[in-house]
């Protein structure tokens, strides 16, 4: 606060006015004489990075109004003034102030460009990529395209954007950027089933009659649990498969010797009757 001295006023025989720091009077009446002071408050603007304001520091009578502008630098946006002013006009850029008390104020501005984050789980690109793979600062309005690649025997399991699941695809686009987004490519490995039947209802193997489902290379063995099942007078024995795939088209006998699962597969047990003659 800043006091400054703008003259005096009187009466009687002291004359009316004047803006001088003495006066000489000659008394002939009562009189008054008033030294008059003004009152000034000091406004202090300044801005962050990225940006600039009209008005930086002065001295302004009390009950004055000014005004202060804030200016973004090229690719910047101003955010909001904090300090000593209003909460109802600190996101203007262009604010007007009543000087009724000294103020600071200090102009933020951030970015005028949206970000797309994106990334892989896991993070090592061995089961795939995700390209552009670094941050991407767009202007608003425009567009983002995003490309997921599984590398060999791996899949795109899932994105997950903006925290949500989203149905896999090598391609994901971001039309008309108005706020940050992030994108995520959440990557497995490749897998393949195996249907396993007999010819035999009453049988039981491993893996189980119907569908099994493999990653790419597990090691698999597969068996006829029960040969032989005596019903009565008659008997059934494995004797042995028909596979496809991965698994030898013929053999004999209830396992099969290990193998990579690398492709869709079938097992067939085949099994025939056997009867007692006494």
């Known amino acids: 606060t800043q006091y400054v ?10 004359p009316a006015s004047g803006a001088g720091t003495n006066v000489s009077v000659i ?49 910047f946006r101003f955010d909001q003034w904090t300090g000593d002013i209003p909460s109802a006009i600190s996101s203007n850029a262009q604010v007007a102030l009543a000087m ?36 991407q600062q767009l202007l608003p309005g425009s567009d983002a395209t995003f490309t997921i690649t599984a590398s ?3 899949q ?9 699941h989203v149905t896999p695809t090598n391609v994901y686009t971001f039309t008309n950027l108005i706020q940050n987004h992030t994108i995520s490519a959440v990557f497995s490995t490749e897998t393949y089933e195996i249907l396993i039947s007999s010819t ?5 193997s491993e893996p189980a009659s119907g569908l099994a489902t493999y990653e790419w290379n597990a090691s698999v063995t597969c068996r006829a649990k029960n040969s032989p099942i005596t019903q009565g007078s ?5 004797s042995g498969w028909i596979g496809t795939g991965d698994i030898a088209p013929v053999g004999t006998g209830i396992v099969t010797t290990a193998f990579s699962v690398t492709t869709n597969s079938t097992i067939s047990w085949t099994w025939l009757p056997e009867f007692w003659l006494d």
Do not use: E
């Open 5 to 14: 001295y703008s003259g005096w006023t009187g009466t009687g025989s002291t």
């Open 100 to 135: 009724t008390q000294a103020r600071t104020l200090v102009a933020s501005f951030s970015s005028n460009r949206v970000t797309v984050t994106p990334a892989i789980t896991p993070v090592d690109s061995s089961r795939g990529t995700i390209s552009p793979s670094t941050p």
């Open 152 to 154: 060999n025997h791996s």
């Open 27 to 75: 008394v002939a009446t009562n009189s008054t004489l008033t030294w008059n002071w003004v009152t000034y408050y000091q406004l202090q603007a300044s801005a962050g990075t990225n940006g600039a304001v009209s008005l930086t520091n002065g001295w302004f009578a009390a009950n004055s109004n000014v005004t202060v502008n804030a200016i973004p630098d090229t690719g």
């Open 156 to 164: 795109i399991a899932y994105l997950v954007v903006d925290g949500l």
């Open 200 to 204: 035999y209802q009453g049988s039981d």
């Open 234 to 238: 008659t008997r059934y024995v494995c």
